[in-house]
């Protein structure tokens, strides 16, 4: 088998957005090497500005992204982020109403007339995600949680998070997972 790629197939390439987090808790941000401006409005970039960051640098997670994070202390962190896939299913030729939109079904009333619904939540496929070896007991309840968001803890180091209520209801979630990026400080709260 030749090391050599292929002449035919272009190099891989990806994005390095590069955060530096300054003294005064902002981040300047840019994509190789290309300053990627705040928005106006607060005019600056913070830690809970992460998500924001990686969805402008990756064009809403189109493509994977190489993060690199230089603390004002001196320490770094690199990691990769994903792409997201989104799977559009291909229409059924032979079906005649497979290029209407796919977010909508329709329904028949009790008069046999159709009338648009939209569609049912939950219809994705399942992704799995495994951790091996990775020093869980035998059997012990693992509790598994989907970051949202981010926020910045205060300068006394207390947090404060505000969550959407239709998505903790529509996932039926009854508790919460703060976790210290830095400190990796770990604390479990209940929903009221």
């Known amino acids: ?35 990627l401006p705040p928005p106006p409005d607060p005019g600056v970039w913070r830690r809970g500005a992460f998500p924001q960051i990686i969805d402008l640098a990756s064009n809403d ?14 320490t770094a962190f690199t990691d990769i982020v994903p792409a997201i896939i989104r799977r559009t299913p291909a229409p059924d030729p032979l079906d005649p109403d497979a290029e209407a939109d796919p977010a909508v079904e329709t329904t028949r009333e009790d008069d046999g007339q159709e009338v648009a619904a939209p569609a049912h939540v939950g219809q994705a496929e399942t992704v799995e995600v495994t951790a091996t070896r990775m020093g869980f007991a035998p059997g012990e309840a693992l509790a598994v949680a989907v970051v949202t968001g981010q926020v910045e803890a205060t300068e006394t180091g207390d947090a404060r998070v505000q969550l959407d209520r239709d998505l903790i209801e529509g996932l039926g979630i009854s508790e919460v997972i703060l976790l210290g990026r830095t400190s990796k400080a770990l604390v479990v709260r209940e929903i009221s």
């Open 61 to 74: 997670r189109a493509f994977p992204v190489r993060v690199e994070v230089h603390e004002n202390d001196g």
């Open 1 to 35: 088998m030749s090391k050599n790629p292929s002449p035919s197939l272009p190099p891989v390439s990806m994005p390095t957005v590069m955060l530096n987090v300054n003294d005064d808790g902002t981040i300047t941000v840019t994509v190789d090497e290309t300053p």
